[in-house]
């Protein structure tokens, strides 16, 4: 277990999100052109991920990848450290009372990972993805092109909202924080464990997964919690988008979203999301496991 595990999951959130940011922001685009939207943009839509980045890249250079990215970079340590932070307390108390040999670890693993999830939704996750997907609903095709940057963007969301501008989307910004990381950490623990294998007869624990397999066992975990949660993700942009105020609740929304493209809308965007995901969790964990090791060696001496 390690034993500094808010410095590392900060540190290891940092430093994945400058990789990964563009799958995200393509996926969202794609997530975004509803056939139940008002700036769907018909034949000027993006056929497919790669179409959405040439195009991009075309009218706005590289860097048009990352519009909406500057607030996840902002958020991406404390969001890495909260998720992991509550993960490791959670998993320390329930070590302490005795409840994996009760319920079984990988139980607790799914049970503190769901509880972690929720924390990271609430507090990080929501506001700066409402920013983040603002300024990319403003660059689709047929976007107003409104916010000059991130500052103006924050600004006219508390203009507009106050506060609770920031917030649009709560519900399936939980549900799917809490129910992506269920799945990550219990798929994540079990993969981990079935690498390492059993401690050795005299106790001695197994030794810790190599910076691979640990990328191996978190992209795995990861992949199949973004299959698993595309359509409440899908439904999640489109209430943090421009046109969340149509929307009168989430079940509203994925009414809509259904009647307007039906079910297969809901996966819009989940190719260049399983890629993202993929990546990021497990270089998540994968940072986390080796950077952890790194802060707790330096922190002893």
Known sequence: MVKHPVAAGALAGMMEIGVTFP???????????????????????YRNAFHCASVTVREYGFFGLYRGGASWILFAGPRSALRFGCFEALSSASS??????????????????????VVEAALCQTPSQVIGIKLIHDQSPRGPKHYSGLMHCVGSIHRADGVLGFFQGLTPAVLKGATTNAIRFFGYGHIKRIVQGPPSADGTPPPPLTPMQAMLAGGTAGAASAVLTQPIDTVKANMMGLEAARFKSSFACAAALVRAGGLPALMNGVGPRVVRVFIEVGLQFSLFESVGRLIDRALAN
Do not use: C, H, I, W
């Open 96 to 117: 302490r009372n005795g409840l994996p040999e009760r319920f079984g670890q990988s139980s607790m693993d799914t049970a503190n990972g769901l509880v972690a999830g």
């Open 23 to 45: 799958f995200e922001y393509v996926k969202t685009q794609l997530q975004l052109q509803q056939e139940a939207s008002s700036l769907f943009a018909g034949a000027d839509k």
